[in-house]
């Protein structure tokens, strides 16, 4: 909301725009035991609101076109009783949900397309320094992900999509997969059998896809009085991790000389340490790990609109052609007048967009990413 | 199954029998009741008690040390006997599993134990003796284990399966045999412990209750690396990530500061709100919400949200609070 600033203007359109959109989609098909979640939303003043609970789809809708959010969010959570404190809501069990997020990847192009807003004033500052206009506020730093930023995530997608099916052994059909809204893709793990995984469980999982805490023992190196010394482990090297790590080896199960000779190369049992963190770093999804852990967690709703930038959290059935910025734009076409912070290109809808005016007359789908954004207020004057 | 007394057949067997407490008085008994003191003994002192025998033997001694165990009625050493009866089953298992011939009563003994105690699917292959069970199975258990090695990610793992040696395999219920064998103790209802047995927990109960008091002399000398890393970042002016907060916030109301003493150091944040901060603090300290205080995260944890900064002195500890402790001189 800091993004958006305050004016009632811009907070007038936008809550017409996301009436509309929930008015006009009243289904949320891929809502799956909507009694037993907790919902939470997020006000257009920042204010959150949690342990709702709704019986049926058309409740839900009620209530969003009734108080118009922000942000909508559920429970990944089955509970008995959703709406009571948490301690009072009877977990049953929780779907399990990995977030990646452009941000995390350090693409090199990311600062090219980043505005630092002031959190105070607004005002948009070209470097992330104490706010120039105003000379009080932060600046928050706001980026509009560009076709490179997409191409890497959804490298990201495919390599966690490979690790949950091979490793984990996932059945795609439990798997669906959400581009965020924003800058990010969710993985939605229904899988009955794991539902009920503790915080510990998750975190466990967590750091596999990582690659966090793989030991130098788990492929036959272990720490010796003169260095190191090899003994392949029991269970051979050729399944999970141990087979990515022997892979970029070169090692199999009969390579003892050869892992030896690395070792060594490698300066020993430390050295080959680090060659094993710079592969597992390779190897590892830049997965967020505490929002998979979390089993008390609440997830932006599939099929609501992202506050961050007007886009729908959307399914995403074909990673290779989803197109995001033309997938998930489902706002209106009808065309308001908007002040721009700045001059910038975007594409939407498959529609180029070079704003180069203060003063520019755009489909309501680009005003609403640039209010969300904070680079832009609406004008209601023209 | 002279080696797994606590299987419902044992149990069984004493009802088929008929058999009283009251025989325990009777003087052949005393072979029985010193033989479960010899076991015990073996096990406060820190060793599994190896010897094995017959099996009316066997179940009869497991059903005598509950007995001393129950009558004694200190946690801390029902707590140790449990464990190590889990220890001396864990041996056996692991033999008998690795060596036993016949798959056929490999297979018997993995349903019994595995399958009809715990609920595990597993599956053991007859020529390499590696059991197979799924993810979920294993995580529900080897998460609670402190080891790294017991981190799925150093696990052999594919398609949905994690593959054991048989000790692995066996280590892995080393808890919830634990745990039921101490569920059993605790639910046992006895009306009256045969004088004999009475007189020979005393005996024990002396002998080792000092040594399993637990007494809180510890103190912190100085503060691990994650803690001193958070406390730099707050002392310039920066603002921590939440879960750093969650640490550090968890690990000063573990050392006995006040909310007070917490809340005060917290106010360097650049985005320090005192009436966030003091909700947080005393919901961690269990003063609001759930009533539940929080404890401090795992070493291990830490790790996977990038909050360790390990130096040497981390080595072996499995959570920060470990840090620095001596003992008083």
Redesign the interface.
């Known amino acids: 909301m800091n993004q958006i600033g305050n004016p009632n203007e811009n907070i007038d359109f936008l809550r017409e725009v996301f009436r509309k959109y929930y008015f006009d989609n009243k289904y949320f098909p891929y809502l799956y035991s909507i009694e037993k979640r907790e919902f939470g939303y997020r006000k257009f003043d920042s204010l959150v609101v949690r342990h709702l609970s709704f019986k049926n789809a058309g409740e839900l809708v009620a209530e969003l076109i009734r108080n118009v959010p922000l942000d909508v969010y559920y429970s990944n959570a089955y509970y008995g009783l959703p709406s009571n404190p948490i301690n009072e809501k009877q977990w049953e069990g929780a779907d399990l949900i990995f977030d990646i997020d452009i941000k995390d990847l350090n693409i090199p192009c990311f600062q090219d397309h980043s505005y630092y807003i002031c959190n105070l004033c607004g005002f948009v500052n070209s470097d992330q320094k104490v706010c120039i206009n105003c000379n009080k506020g932060k600046t928050l730093d706001i980026s509009i992900p560009c076709k490179k930023c997409f191409i890497a995530i959804k490298k990201e997608a495919a390599k966690l999509l490979d690790f949950l099916c091979s490793d984990l052994g996932i059945k795609e059909a439990f798997i669906e997969i959400f581009f965020s809204g924003n800058a990010g893709f969710h993985f939605h793990v229904n899988d009955p059998n794991i539902r009920n995984l503790d915080s510990n469980s998750r975190s466990n999982v967590t750091d596999y896809i990582i690659g966090n805490g793989f030991m130098c023992e788990s492929i036959g190196v272990r720490k010796s009085r003169n260095g190191f010394m090899i003994k392949l482990p029991k269970g051979g090297i050729m399944t999970g991790w141990r087979k990515k790590i022997a892979s970029n080896l070169g090692i199999n199960q009969k390579s003892e000389l050869k892992l030896k000779h690395i070792v060594e190369t490698s300066g020993g049992y430390e050295g080959f340490r680090n060659e094993i963190n710079k592969i597992t770093k390779k190897f590892g999804v830049h997965i967020d790990g505490p929002v998979t852990n979390d089993i008390h967690r609440i997830f932006r709703l599939p099929g609501s609109i992202n506050g961050k930038s007007g886009l729908i959290k959307t399914k995403c059935d074909d990673l290779e052609s989803f197109n995001p910025t033309n997938d998930a734009c489902m706002l209106s076409d009808s065309e308001v007048y908007i002040n721009l912070k700045t001059s910038l290109k975007i594409n939407l809808k498959n529609n180029n967009f070079r704003l180069d005016n203060t003063l520019e007359k755009v489909p309501s789908y680009v005003a609403v990413y640039l209010i969300c954004k904070g680079l832009a207020t609406i004008n209601k004057n023209n | 199954m002279a080696k797994y007394p606590f299987l419902q057949e044992a149990s069984a067997y004493i009802q088929e029998t008929k058999f009283d407490f009251e025989e325990f008085d009777r003087p052949e008994m005393i072979h029985i009741i010193n033989r479960a003191v010899e076991k015990l003994d073996s096990e406060l002192r820190g060793k599994i008690y190896s010897n094995l025998d017959e099996y009316e033997i066997e179940i009869m001694t497991f059903l005598v040390s509950l007995l001393l165990i129950k009558s004694i009625g200190l946690e801390e050493i029902s707590r140790k006997c449990s464990l190590f009866e889990a220890m001396r089953v864990e041996k056996f298992l692991s033999t008998d599993l690795s060596n036993e011939r016949s798959l056929q009563k490999k297979k018997l003994l993995v349903q019994k134990i595995f399958q009809e105690l715990f609920k595990i699917d597993i599956d053991v292959d007859s020529t390499t003796s590696?059991c197979k069970l799924?993810?979920?199975d294993y995580?529900?258990r080897?998460?609670?284990m402190n080891e790294?090695?017991w981190?799925?990610?150093?696990?052999?793992?594919?398609?949905?399966?994690v593959?054991?040696?048989t000790d692995e395999a066996v280590r892995l219920i080393r808890n919830e045999l634990s745990n039921l064998i101490y569920t059993r103790i605790k639910n046992m209802k006895v009306s009256e412990v045969p004088i004999l047995i009475r007189s020979k927990a005393d005996e024990l109960k002396r002998k080792y209750s000092g040594r399993y008091v637990y007494r809180n002399q510890f103190k912190i000398l100085e503060y691990p690396p994650c803690i001193k890393h958070a406390l730099e970042i707050i002392n310039k002016g920066e603002n921590l990530p939440h879960?750093a907060r969650f640490m550090l916030a968890t690990y000063l109301l573990a050392i006995g500061k006040t909310e007070e003493d917490v809340i005060e150091i917290f106010k360097n944040s650049p985005d320090y709100n005192e009436k966030i901060t003091r909700y947080q603090v005393e919901h961690l300290a269990g003063k609001k919400?759930?009533h539940?205080k929080y404890s401090v995260p795992s070493c291990?944890?830490l790790?996977?949200?990038d909050l360790c900064f390990a130096i040497k002195e981390c080595e072996n500890l499995i959570n920060p609070i470990q840090f620095g402790r001596r003992k008083f001189k």
Do not use: F
Request: proline share 0%; aromatic share 6%.
């Open positions: 590696i799924s993810i979920a995580l529900h080897a998460s609670k790294q090695e981190k799925l990610i150093n696990r052999s793992v594919k398609d949905g399966y593959y054991l040696d879960s919400g759930s539940i291990d944890k790790r996977s949200e």
